[in-house]
């Protein structure tokens, strides 16, 4: 059983950054792809990127050179640097970890995760 918990959310102003954090209590960390999704009150779990158990990324083209993924399977912690932040950024962020049938998928739809985090609230102001 996987237990994420993320960490880092906020209240930030338009054009500013956050960091986002996600601890997994699994020692088969690497055996498992890693996301960050998002969820408003208009809208489902919107997947924004991913990485794979090699470190292959995937994001959504809402976020684009503007947000980067990353792990280091050695913490068992998986980040989310957030540059750029606009208003239509806030949302509810949470962490899955998934298990993956091939060492570099990265999946953004939510059926392909198994555990989720409790999420960190992100607001961003204009």
């Known amino acids: 059983q996987v237990q994420l918990a993320e960490s880092g959310g906020g209240s930030v102003q338009a054009g500013g950054s956050l960091n986002l954090s996600c601890v997994a209590s699994?020692?088969?960390?690497?055996?498992?792809?890693m996301a960050w999704f998002r969820q408003t009150p208009d809208n489902g779990h919107e997947g924004i990127a991913a990485?794979?158990?090699?470190?292959?990324?995937m994001y959504a083209e809402s976020v684009k050179g503007r947000f980067t993924i990353s792990r280091d399977n050695a913490e068992n912690t998986l980040s989310l640097q957030m540059n750029s932040l606009k208003p239509e950024d806030t949302a509810m962020y949470y962490c899955?970890?998934?298990?993956?049938?091939?060492?570099?998928?990265?999946?953004?739809?939510?059926?392909?995760?198994?555990?989720w985090g409790q999420g960190t609230q992100v607001a961003v102001s204009s």
């Open positions: 899955a970890a998934g298990r993956s049938a091939g060492a570099y998928a990265r999946p953004l739809w939510p059926s392909a995760y198994d555990y």
């Open positions: 990485i794979s158990r090699y470190g292959a990324t």
């Open positions: 699994e020692l088969a960390y690497t055996r498992y792809c």
